[in-house]
């Protein structure tokens, strides 16, 4: 694993994230503890920084806002709002090729102006989320469309965890 620059690390026993896109595996740490870590599905077109890309963000990032507190499992948002509908087989059936966003959602914002921040990189204005998925969809593997794809039971477990402004590093 890259280890991010000392200087960089959140303080001694916060909360922070790391997403790691080459393993497809989130972890959170307490401090330098790792605590647990899952399996996510990131961006098919690989990573990289530029709007339109499709590709997953790196860098310093943090929980800008979750969404979705209270709603049940498997809720789908558009527009990171709840459309009343849950998700089932049949309105899968319904709606072929729609990219579901599930459960929860936990909108990234970037911390390095120029890289992950601002202009054409700006992951806020991308829409960059960690967000539930169908469970058809595999997990270990690229496959959304920049996003940070995890299974519900996951996705709950780490948005009681990462509360707004919580860091969070992505690499490769």
């Given at each position: 694993?890259?280890?991010?620059?000392?200087?960089?690390?959140?303080?001694?026993?916060?909360?922070?994230?790391?997403?790691?896109?080459?393993?497809?595996?989130?972890?959170?740490?307490?401090?330098?503890e790792?605590?647990?870590?899952?399996?996510?599905s990131?961006?098919?077109?690989?990573?990289g920084?530029?709007?339109?890309?499709?590709?997953?963000?790196?860098?310093?990032?943090?929980?800008?806002?979750?969404?979705?507190?209270?709603?049940?499992?498997?809720?789908?948002?558009?527009?990171?709002?709840?459309?009343?509908?849950?998700?089932?087989?049949?309105?899968?059936?319904?709606?072929?090729?729609?990219?579901?966003?599930?459960t929860?959602?936990?909108?990234?914002c970037?911390?390095?102006?120029?890289?992950?921040?601002?202009?054409?990189v700006?992951?806020?204005?991308?829409?960059?989320?960690?967000?539930?998925?169908?469970?058809?969809?595999?997990?270990?593997?690229?496959?959304?469309?920049?996003c940070?794809?995890?299974?519900d039971?996951?996705?709950?477990?780490?948005?009681?965890?990462?509360?707004?402004?919580?860091?969070?590093?992505?690499?490769?």
């Open positions: 694993m890259p280890t991010p620059r000392l200087d960089a690390l959140p303080p001694e026993g916060a909360t922070w994230l790391e997403i790691d896109t080459a393993r497809q595996r989130l972890v959170v740490w307490q401090g330098r790792a605590r647990v870590d899952y399996p996510v990131t961006g098919l077109a690989g990573t920084q530029r709007e339109g890309s499709g590709r997953t963000p790196l860098g310093w990032h943090y929980v800008r806002a979750a969404i979705g507190a209270g709603q049940p499992p498997g809720t789908v948002f558009r527009g990171r709002r709840p459309t009343g509908e849950r998700f089932s087989p049949a309105l899968a059936a319904a709606h072929p090729g729609r990219d579901w966003i599930l929860r959602i936990l909108w990234l970037g911390l390095e102006p120029g890289h992950n921040r601002g202009g054409d700006d992951s806020q204005r991308r829409y960059i989320y960690l967000h539930g998925t169908p469970p058809d969809q595999p997990m270990g593997e690229p496959r959304s469309h920049g940070v794809r995890m299974r039971d996951d996705l709950l477990a780490v948005f009681e965890l990462a509360v707004p402004g919580t860091p969070v590093w992505l690499h490769d």
